[in-house]
């Protein structure tokens, strides 16, 4: 006589080998899926696998405005075959959970306040840091179209829709909140918040190039990727570096237009660009 249920089970339990599409897997810290997700986007069979471990609960995870946009950039990818350069995120992320390690009680002892007006804003020092990262990716924005004469945001810069100030501004907005980005942006501060920040100057490139009659072709994704690594590093370099030694921002903003400028100036499926379009009012040039 066979022990009940377990020719069910068995019949329940996925062949993984058979999986060869391409598999975006979450797996939260806080959830009992963890284990299941792990083992599964281990077995998969497809060579284009990613794995995200979070801390957040699930479905908070699925719906955050931090990830559909990543969600998104994935299916464009291989549902609608953009080249928008997923490729170029890292297999495997993991949040790690004791990333921020002062305590209230030392943060409150710093900031001179009770540690039940700390309370009264934030749940923890993790509530803390994900709003100060989320206020930090809603500033740091690099590029919005102009779309039918008007502008779809950084309406009060003026710059959407003009690629060199657009790349001045985002620069000039790191140096004004260098003190919250220093910590973040440091050797040993927070990698997770780069890789948010890569993936949504990849995003806004690809929509700057789009404006700028870019053909969507596979070098465009290799730009889109290289210049988002760079523009990352500057951004770190503005943040960290001590203000007598940091670049100023007219050197930054031209070694991060160079790449931009070095792709019209040497690809043969480039549109004709002036130096006005290229440089803004600048008056630099390559």
């Known amino acids: 006589m066979g ?22 897997v ?16 281990r077995k998969i069979a497809s060579e284009q696998k990613w794995l995200r471990a979070h801390r957040e609960f699930e479905w908070p995870d699925f719906y955050s405005s931090t990830y559909l946009p990543e969600l998104k950039m994935f299916f464009d990818r291989y549902c609608k075959g953009i080249r928008n350069g997923w490729e170029s995120t890292p297999r495997v992320r993991i949040e790690v959970q004791d990333r921020f390690d002062i305590t209230v009680k030392e943060l409150s002892e710093r900031c ?11 749940e923890d020092t993790y509530d803390l840091l994900e709003r100060l990262e989320q206020y930090l990716l809603g500033e740091l924005v690099l590029y919005r179209p102009l779309m039918n004469g008007s502008t779809t945001g950084l309406q009060s ?3 959407a829709g003009k690629p060199y100030e657009s790349i001045r501004h985002f620069f000039e907005m790191g140096i004004r909140l260098r003190k919250l980005l220093q910590p973040i942006m440091s050797e040993n501060g927070d990698p997770y918040f ?3 920040l890569a993936r949504r100057l ?12 870019v053909p969507n072709d596979e070098l465009r994704s290799y730009y889109v990727a290289a210049i988002a690594a760079s523009y990352i ?15 100023g921002i007219g050197q930054i903003v031209f070694i991060a237009n ?28 390559i």
């Open 194 to 196: 780069k890789g948010r």
């Open 202 to 213: 990849r995003e806004e490139l690809g929509a700057m190039m789009s404006d700028e009659g």
């Open 233 to 247: 590093g500057l951004l770190a370099h503005a943040a960290t570096t001590n203000r007598e030694d940091s670049l």
């Open 3 to 24: 022990i009940r249920g377990i020719g069910y089970w068995a019949d329940k339990i996925p062949d993984f080998s058979k999986v060869v599409v391409p598999a975006y």
């Open 112 to 122: 001179a306040i009770a540690r039940t007006t700390f309370y009264r804003f934030f």
């Open 26 to 41: 979450t797996a939260g810290w806080n959830h009992f899926h963890l284990r299941g997700s792990v083992n599964g986007w």
């Open 258 to 285: 160079s790449m931009r400028v070095a792709y019209f100036r040497s690809s043969n499926s480039a549109p004709a660009k002036s130096d006005r379009q290229l440089f803004g009012n600048s008056k630099s040039s």
């Open 157 to 159: 810069s003026g710059v």
